[in-house]
C-alpha cells in the first residue's frame, strides 16, 4: 500500500516507518523537523547519535534496497503544501504520529502551551481537512494517548475508548421516571497537561469528520513507548532510533535506564504509586502494521484500541531497574498535579485478538540497559536530566523537582 | 467592577456591553473587528445600519455619559498583546464572546473551516493563558452553544452542562462485577458543524485550566438569539445592534422576519422538523449581567449554565410569523447532515432560579417584524438570502439550498 507516515523523522514515526517499508509497503516520510530544532532549543540531544534524514534514508536503501521518500513539509503551517503532498503520493494509508508530545515541554511556559495548542490542533485538522479536500479514501492512522483516559477509575477495567453506561431517564419536565437508558459514548477524558489535552481535542476532530464525512479513522490510545530499538533500525547504526533522556522529553522507563548506566539514583516522584500503561517499542510498530491491515469501513465511528502491553506503578519499575543494574532510588516531590497513588486497569484485547505477541518488560530490560544506556553513557549530559517544567505557577515556590515522568 | 468584553462589537457582544455599562460596571471592549470584514468577503451588511465603533461609543457617551474604552487587539494572533491589555486595565471579569460563530460560513471551504478552528481555539486558549499569565483572579464568562448537547436523546432531558450516569462496574480482568457506579461528566458532544465542534473544544479547555490553574469559569450554553433590539440599544439611533439576515450569519428567525418583511416566502429545511432552543437579545444581556453577579468560587468546576427560554420547531416558527405577516411557507432540501426531525428537553433552571423572566416569543415577534425588519427592509439584498454553504462535497450534487440555519 501506499502510506505517508507524518512525524516520521520522530522517535516512533522512524522505526514504524521502516517496518511499514520492510512489510513491502511504498512509504513516504513527512516531517518538518521540528523535533530536532527543539533539542537545539533545549541544549539536549538523542543519546544515541541519529543521523540526518538524508543519512538515514540512504543507509535505509543500502541495508534493504527499498527507499522511503521523504518531504520537509510542516503540517500545522503549510496546508497547500500537505494538499499538493496528498494529490501527487495518492496514499492509501496515512500514519499520524507529527504533534508535539512531551507533557512536561507543553507546560513550561505560555509559549510552550500556546505551541503544543497551535501546532497538534491545526496539525490534525489539517490533515482531516486536506483528506476531504483530495477526495481520496484514505484510512488515517492516529497515535492518541492512553493519558486522555486520567489516571483509572475505581471500580472499572479502561475500555477501549468508549464507554457504555445507563442514563437516568427523565421527562421533559424533568422528573425522573425511573428508566434506566443504555448510551455509549467516548469515555470522559481528564487530560492530565496541555500535551494530553490537544489528544483530547483530536479525538474531537476525529469523531466529527467521522460522522459528517464519513473518512476512515482509526485512533490509537498509546501507553509509554520504552526500549529504542527494532528489527529495522538494529540492520544498520545509521539506521539508529533516538532515545530522549532529558527531563521533558525522556519517557520515564527510558530515563531510569540511562540514569542507571551512568550511576545517577533514579529519581521517583512523590510515592511512586503513580500507574502508567507501557508498551516496547518492537511491538508498537507491530501494532501500527496491524492496525494499517485492520481499517474500519466508511461511515463507521472511529476505531480506538488501547496500544499498551503491560502497566506498572513507577517506583516498582524503579526498583526492577534497581535490582538488574545495582543503581540506587530516591524519591522526589512530583511537579505534576495528579494524585499520588492510582491504580490502572486497562483493555487491551483488540490488538491481542489480531496477534500480537507482546515483548514484556522482564524480558527486554537487561539488554536494553545494555545495548543503549551503556553503550552510549558517554554521549549523556546528565546538566539535562533534572526536569524544569513545573505544572503551575505555585509549584515554583517549591524546590525545584528533579524528573518529570513523560509520557 | 472592572470588565472586558472580548468581541464587543459583534451581535450579542455589543448589547451585552452597553448593558454591563448601564448597570455601573467600568467596561472596555476588545474586538479585532474581523466580523466586519467578513461582511465585505461575503459581500453583505447588517440590515440595520451599524455605525463605525468608534460613532457608536460616542453615542454611548451622548446618550448616557458612561465611557466604554475600545481595543482592537486579534486576541487569537496577537497575545503579547492581550496579555499587555489585561495588565494594564485588570479586569476582574472577562467576557468572552470574540470568535467566528456562524455554522454555514464554517463549513463553506476548507479555508473557512481551517480559519474557524484557528481562530476560535487559540482565542479561547489565549485567554486562558493571559489570565494565567497576567496572576489576575479574573472571573471568565464565555458563550458557548446548546449545540454542542448535539439534537437531543429520546428519554431525558439534557441537563446544565454534566451528565449523572451509571457505570456497570467491572474487575480488572473485564469481568463484570454487577454493581453501578455513579460518575458524573461533561454531557457527551455530537456537534452539528466546525463551528459547534470549537465550542466542545472550548469546553476542554476550560475544564483543564479550572482544574490546573484553579481559574474561575463559567460557560453559557447559549440557544439561537432573536430580536435586535435592547433597551441601552434604543437609546439613539446610533447604537442600533447589527441584523445579519444572509445565509451564513442570518440566525433562522431574524431570517425568517426579513423574508416577511420583504416578501420573500419563508423557506423551511426538509420538514421544519428540527426543534432548536432560543432566547431573545434582552434576555441574553441580563443573563450575562447575572453570571458576571454569580461567580464560581476557586478550585471549582466549570460552572455551566443553558441560556435559552423556549424550544420550538423551526416549521412551528416559520408558522407563526407566517400568521402574523401574511408570508407563505416554502420546503427547501436541508444543507446540514442531521436527522429530519428530532425533540429538545432541556433544562434551564439555573437563570430562572436566578431571577430570570423570559421574554417569550409570542409577545415579542410582532414588534420585531415592525420595528426592525420592515423599517429597514429597503436595506435588504435580497441576493444574499439564499444560504449556499454545504455540510459535505456530495450535497453539491443535489440542487443548491436556499436557507441554512444557524445556531
Ligand atoms: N513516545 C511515547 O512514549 C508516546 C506515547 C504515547 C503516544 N505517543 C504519540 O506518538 C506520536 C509520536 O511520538 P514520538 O515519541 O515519536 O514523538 P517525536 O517528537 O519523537 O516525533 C514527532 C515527529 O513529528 C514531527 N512534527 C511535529 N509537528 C509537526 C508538524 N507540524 N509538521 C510536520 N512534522 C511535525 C517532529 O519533527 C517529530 O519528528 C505523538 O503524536 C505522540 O503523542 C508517543
Ligand atoms: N448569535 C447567536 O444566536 C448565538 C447563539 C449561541 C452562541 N453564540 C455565541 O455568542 C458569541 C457572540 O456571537 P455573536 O452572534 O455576537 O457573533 P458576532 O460574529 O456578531 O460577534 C463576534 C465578535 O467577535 C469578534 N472576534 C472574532 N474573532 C476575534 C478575535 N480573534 N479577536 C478579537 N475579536 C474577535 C468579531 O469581530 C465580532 O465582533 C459567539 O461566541 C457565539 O458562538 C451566539
Known amino acids: 500500500m501506499r502510506i505517508l507516515v507524518l512525524g516520521g523523522d520522530g522517535f516512533c514515526g522512524w522505526p514504524a516507518a521502516l517496518h511499514l517499508s520492510q512489510l513491502g509497503h511504498d512509504v513516504g516520510i513527512v516531517d518538518n523537523l521540528s523535533r530536532r530544532r527543539i533539542d537545539e532549543e533545549l541544549g539536549t540531544d538523542s543519546l544515541t547519535p541519529i543521523r540526518t534524514p538524508q543519512e538515514r534514508l540512504a543507509a535505509w ?52 502551551k500556546r505551541y503544543t495548542i497551535d501546532n497538534n490542533v491545526n496539525a490534525t485538522h489539517n490533515v482531516l481537512s486536506a483528506i476531504v479536500e483530495s477526495d481520496l479514501d484514505v484510512h488515517l492512522v492516529h497515535l492518541g494517548t492512553m493519558g486522555v483516559y486520567g489516571y483509572g477509575t475505581a471500580g472499572m477495567r479502561i475500555p477501549e475508548g468508549y464507554l457504555d453506561v445507563k442514563v437516568p431517564g427523565e421527562d421533559p419536565d424533568g422528573n425522573a421516571t425511573g428508566e434506566l437508558l443504555d448510551q455509549t459514548m467516548l469515555y470522559p477524558t481528564n487530560p492530565g497537561s496541555i500535551y494530553h489535552m490537544t489528544k483530547v481535542l483530536d479525538q474531537h476532530l476525529f469523531a466529527f469528520y467521522a460522522k459528517n464525512d464519513k473518512l476512515r479513522i482509526t485512533d490509537l490510545h498509546q501507553g509509554i513507548i520504552w526500549g529504542t530499538h527494532t528489527e529495522e533500525t538494529q540492520l544498520d547504526e545509521r539506521l539508529i532510533n533516538r532515545f530522549d533522556y532529558d527531563g521533558d522529553y525522556g519517557t520515564v522507563l527510558n530515563r531510569f535506564l540511562m540514569q542507571a548506566a551512568v550511576g545517577y539514583p533514579l529519581t521517583v516522584h512523590g510515592t511512586g504509586g503513580q500507574t502508567r500503561a507501557f508498551i516496547h517499542i518492537q511491538d508498537m510498530v507491530r501494532c501500527i502494521a496491524i492496525a494499517v491491515d485492520n481499517p474500519p469501513a466508511g461511515g463507521e465511528k472511529v476505531k480506538i484500541f488501547n496500544q ?19 543503581a540506587s532510588l530516591e524519591l522526589v516531590p512530583n511537579p505534576r498535579q495528579e494524585s499520588a497513588e492510582n491504580d490502572l486497569y486497562a483493555s487491551n484485547r483488540t490488538f491481542l485478538d489480531l496477534g500480537l505477541e507482546p515483548t514484556t518488560l522482564s524480558s527486554g530490560l537487561l539488554q536494553e540497559v545494555e545495548e543503549t544506556a551503556r553503550r552510549y553513557a558517554d554521549r549523556a549530559d546528565q546538566s539535562k ?11 515554583a515556590v517549591g524546590a525545584p523537582t528533579r524528573i518529570a515522568e513523560t509520557a
Not at 499538493?84 to 512536561?104: C, G, I, K
Not at 499498551?308 to 545495582?326: F, K, N, P, Q, W
Not at 536530566?385 to 509549584?395: D, F, N, R, V, Y
Open 385 to 395: 536530566i533534572p526536569a524544569t517544567s513545573l505544572w503551575t505557577e505555585a509549584q
Open 308 to 326: 499498551m502491553t503491560e502497566t506498572h506503578r513507577v517506583r516498582d519499575l524503579a526498583e526492577l531497574i534497581c535490582e538488574i543494574s545495582g
Open 61 to 112: 536503501t543500502d541495508a534493504t534496497g527499498r527507499t522511503i521518500d521523504f518531504h520537509e513539509v510542516d503540517i500545522a503551517q503549510d496546508y497547500e503544501g500537505f494538499v499538493a503532498l496528498l494529490s501527487q503520493t495518492r496514499p492509501e494509508v496515512v500514519v499520524h504520529f507529527a504533534e508535539q508530545r512531551a507533557a512536561p515541554y507543553s507546560m513550561k511556559s505560555p509559549t510552550h
